[in-house]
């Protein structure tokens, strides 16, 4: 089983940033990719960010090109996401994903991921 624990959300002013942190549980950390989604009320839940198991490869989704951007540390098994010139449009409920793979795949489908976290809210206000 794997367990994926988000952190850092909260309320910031339009223009402002934050860093949400994913640390996932076992040994297995280095055979994931990872990936960010976020889900507003009354939305889907869409995708933000994806990186692959090497770490070398990542993609983003158009909305957040240039302001987020995601990295992994293998030693603390944490997946992060760094986000600056937050807009209002950016609140939401975060989540991080995470499934097995291998070398720079990576993934931006909400069905290609396996395990979920529970949710960090970000609200940023205008």
């Known amino acids: 089983q794997v367990q994926l624990d988000e952190s850092g959300g909260g309320l910031v002013q339009a223009g402002g940033s934050l860093r949400l942190s994913c640390a996932a549980s076992?040994?297995?950390?280095?055979?994931?990719?990872m990936g960010w989604f976020r889900q507003a009320p009354g939305k889907e839940r869409e995708f933000v960010a994806a990186?692959?198991?090497?770490?070398?490869?990542?993609y983003y989704a158009d909305s957040v090109e240039g302001r987020f951007t995601i990295s992994r540390d293998s030693a603390k098994n944490t997946v992060y996401l760094q986000m600056i010139s937050l807009k209002p449009e950016d609140t939401a409920v975060y989540y991080c994903?995470?499934?097995?793979?291998?070398?720079?795949?990576?993934?931006?489908?909400?069905?290609?991921?396996?395990?979920w976290g529970q949710g960090t809210q970000v609200t940023v206000s205008s």
């Open positions: 990186i692959g198991v090497s770490g070398d490869s990542t």
């Open positions: 076992g040994r297995t950390f280095r055979s994931f990719a």
């Open positions: 994903a995470a499934r097995y793979s291998y070398g720079s795949n990576f993934y931006f489908r909400v069905y290609e991921y396996a395990y």
